[in-house]
């Protein structure tokens, strides 16, 4: 995903030279779409979801490269932005586990692999000021929940929601899958900790 990340900057830039709103301001816009993504996955309205978390990630992308191009990077913006993306992707995850009605067990996985993929990102940070985005991360699990609706979508309507492979539904191997590439990304995460230990 650092590609597209370089990208955006490159697109993004003129504009954000010109923006009004200080990137705190659009980090804290950013927050209250990516709520109303998770309200609208909670309601299956699936495809409303997508299109309305294709823009969280361009105001998620904007505030950084705001901040960058008009020299208002602080401190607390790194730690605010952090913290937004968390509950951003707590409220995200949720809608859509809750709106596709996935057992309690695999929710609870899926939560706690995210949270963990997330933590360890920031916590690696924190430890040696750097940034890492060579790995399974926030981009992935953003990309994973805006074609995941599609899928949760072609279910409901062909009424196959129900269906059930090895005891399981589709819509919770989906959230497995989740889970498995959230603790590949904390195990990338974890062997890059200890090479940057080791310098």
Known sequence: ???WRDRLHRWLAPIARRSPLSPNAI???ALLINMAVGALLY???FFAAM????FSGLADAFDGIVARVQGKETRFGDFLDHFADRVSDAFILTGWLLG???RIEVALAATIAIGLNSYIGTQLQA???EREYDTVGRGEFILALMIFPIFSSILYQNHWDHLTF???RIVEWMALLISVFAFFGVSQRIRIAARMERR
């Open 1 to 3: 995903m650092n590609i």
């Open 27 to 29: 980090t804290l816009i």
């Open 43 to 45: 309601m299956r309205w």
């Open 51 to 54: 299109v309305v978390l294709a």
């Open 100 to 102: 596709n009605e996935v």
């Open 127 to 129: 430890t040696w000021h």
């Open 166 to 168: 090895s005891g399981l």
